[in-house]
């Protein structure tokens, strides 16, 4: 047994957690923050054999694309710049994908 624990953009979340339903791989959702944006992200953890992980990997790599932001990040140069607000330090970033996690599980319960 594997637990699998997959870090998602929430932008990603109903799409992913749809094709899961359908291939029938259950899961458990806790919402959580994270991250350079402090941006919404969905956590996932499924319990699945070694032969399914691969399956699993798959349905991610399918639903959860990277892509650019529309949203621009401020970093200041310098505190005198942070407070003045007079740089023009502006950075496009990536948003989507996914972080997955993939831990052999000793023992497993279903109570």
């Known amino acids: 047994m594997h637990l699998v624990i997959l870090i ?3 932008k990603d979340g109903n799409r992913l957690m749809d094709e899961l ?30 032969e399914e992980i691969s399956k699993v990997l798959h349905i991610v790599k399918t639903t959860c694309s990277k892509r650019e932001s529309c949203e621009y990040v ?3 140069s310098s505190y005198d710049s ?20 993939v831990i ?8």
């Open 8 to 10: 998602i953009d929430k």
């Open 21 to 50: 339903n359908l291939n029938n791989i259950r899961f458990t959702k806790i919402s959580s923050t994270g991250g350079f944006m402090n941006s919404g992200n969905i956590t996932l953890f499924i319990g699945i054999e070694e």
């Open 74 to 76: 401020y970093y200041p």
């Open 82 to 101: 942070y407070i003045t607000g007079s740089s023009n330090n502006f950075i496009e970033i990536e948003i989507g994908g996914a972080v997955a996690f």
């Open 104 to 111: 052999k599980v000793e023992k497993y319960f279903r109570i």
